[in-house]
């Protein structure tokens, strides 16, 4: 099976982590992604290749749960240099609006070059002939068109999870040509928002003038040109898992436990991010802090919850970041605090999903402050946990999400005054308005969830190889 799969998914990590236990060394990771692709890899006897995640591990191709995996390894070096270097700081800061200053390192250039070179041979051993191929993000931009240069019979998909920038920050990159020719191997290529994929097609315009229009793009190939597709589809959740949890008595019961433990607070603020940069943890922290200098807010009435995920810990602005942040929780509890209150809980951890949808549950007002994000999902994730209809979302109109879930409270981060506001509206918004938007935002949670979502790019790939035939 594993020469000749018709399906193959490409993504810089494995649908599943390695842990301590010998014996029993893998779990399935959480992540929506997983959930969404494995069925249809299982479905189709697929292939799935990735990074398992640690250095230097060389792992024959497995088979778990019914999905044939295909590890692809990479050094210490790969790691740092590919993989922390050029996706994580360059590429990432880059892309989403250099709200950190992206590091332009020409090894690092060529390390990224030999990875994707690895992920695509892989993928090219994988897939069996006139296979579809779908690769996955901002870390495997060059694998479309050194796939398609192996293996001419593919249909190859890939979706770019974060935002695409306009192309007067995009042409910095001083490799921008060799990266949208490289995306250009796609037959589709899928973006979050109509934005990015308005900002791509414009790039490869001015990059290299090819005709676009309404989502498609006329590229030369030798003998003539081909159609690539270059359209939005927006990412979503497992809406289904979220709302099945969040009715079990038990993650109810849970939720309020934890309101409980946090003094049962007026109202329950709550930010849950990768920590990040992009998510403005900062902003977000100096709105709440401010609330309670200026006595808007006191000691009972609310409190944050700041779920902060340990992520990407050796690139030095995550290091900085982290600092930034643990100085500004602690001084705010500094003020604040009282014996019995905390102004902000603040968790450096990753949380199972359960522990994830009592939260959810247990906070009146969901903070999602992105400076720049591709969709965030969290927001999603919220909204599909409240099935008692209840909770307000803040979400920054900067967030891909802002695109769909209109019925929010949108900010700009940018804008603490407005930030403060918008904290305060949600806290003291009527119930009948409150339930009103939170229905609103579950139906489209419900009607696009992520099952709708890779049907659609998959539609798109299946019409694509219809029109070889
Ligand atoms: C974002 C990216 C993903 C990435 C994830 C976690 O959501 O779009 O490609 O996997 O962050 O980051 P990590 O660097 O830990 O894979």
Redesign the pocket.
Known sequence: MSAAADFVVV???LPVDRGDDDADPWRRSP?GLVTALEPVVRSTGGAWVGWAGQPGLEIEPFEFDGVHLVPVALSAEDIAQY?EGF??DTIWPLYHDVIAAPTYHRTWWEAYVRVNRRFAEAAAAAAGDGATVWV????LQLVPRMLRELRPDLVIGYFH??PFPAYGIFSQLPWRTQVLDGLLGADVIGFQRVADAGNFARAVRRRFGYETRAGSIRVPTDGGHRTAVAKAYPISIDTASYEELARRPEIQARAAEIREELGNPGAVLLGVD?LDYTKGIRHRLKAVGELFDEERLGAGDATLVQVASP??ERVAAYMQLRDEIELAVGRINGDHDTMGFTAVRYLHHSYPREEMVALYLAADVMLVTALRD?MNLVAKEYVASRVDGGGVLVLSEFAGAADELTQAVRVNPHDIEGLKDAVMTAIEMPAEERRRRMRALRRRVRDNDVAAWSARFLGDLRAVREGRA
């Open positions: 993504a810089n990590r992540g993989y996706s994580n996955h993000d901002y870390q999870h974060i990768r992520s990407r591709g």
